[in-house]
């Protein structure tokens, strides 16, 4: 699967997804006899823990985005009854 085939599957899955995918393919690496044959799915894993990152990183900006709004709002509105 190319790279940007296996950004484009992932991208709409969630998180928590993502992550169940990921332990997916580390049970299948801890059982896998053939170290030659797991290349792949550890290139694989690696390229869903990249995406899993950029997710995680976009979602607590997001996180970090709201408080902030939510912070000022409140701020704004006690302003606003000190002025009263």
Sequence with gaps: MKDKNLTND????S???LTIEADKIIRDL??????????GK???LLRLNNIIE????????NISEKTKEYILKITSKKNAKKIK
């Design 10 to 13: 992932y991208d709409s899955l």
């Design 30 to 39: 801890e059982n896998e006899k053939d170290l030659d044959g797991s290349i």
């Design 15 to 17: 998180l928590e997804e």
């Design 54 to 61: 950029k997710k995680f990183q976009n979602s607590s900006k």
């Design 42 to 44: 550890y290139q694989n």
